[in-house]
């Protein structure tokens, strides 16, 4: 299994960004796929993830803002994070439960500016 994270980058404060993430390695269209993030100095905090059939769930932090989804076509998953705030600074990692293991691709910087 491989997880390979896209589309971070720096965004002003209220701006938005899109996160993709691919799997390879098998078919992942039951399986459970999520993004976390790390802060700087901070642990790692799960926001969303969403399962084979698309349901979803939120950290508090970032509901009504972010949003997930997938494509089990493309072995897909996106992020997509609205009126973004400083403090979503954080390298975002995609993960994806497979066979009772959790994998975690490599992370992608995200910075918003206030």
């Known amino acids: 299994v491989q997880l390979q994270a896209f589309g971070g980058g720096l965004a002003q404060a209220g701006g938005y960004l899109r996160l993709s993430c691919a799997a390879s390695?098998?078919?992942?269209?039951?399986?459970?796929m999520g993004w976390g993030r790390q802060a700087p100095g901070k642990e790692l905090e799960l926001v969303a993830h969403?399962?084979?059939?698309?349901?979803?769930n939120y950290a508090d932090s970032v509901k009504g803002r972010f949003t997930i989804s997938r494509d089990n076509a493309k072995n897909t998953m996106y992020l997509q994070m609205n009126s973004l705030k400083p403090e979503d600074t954080a390298v975002y990692y995609c993960?994806?439960?497979?066979?009772?293991?959790?994998?975690w691709g490599q992370g992608t910087l995200v910075t918003v500016s206030s």
């Open positions: 969403i399962t084979g059939g698309g349901s979803t």
């Open positions: 993960f994806i439960d497979f066979s009772r293991v959790t994998y």
């Open positions: 390695g098998s078919s992942f269209s039951i399986n459970v």
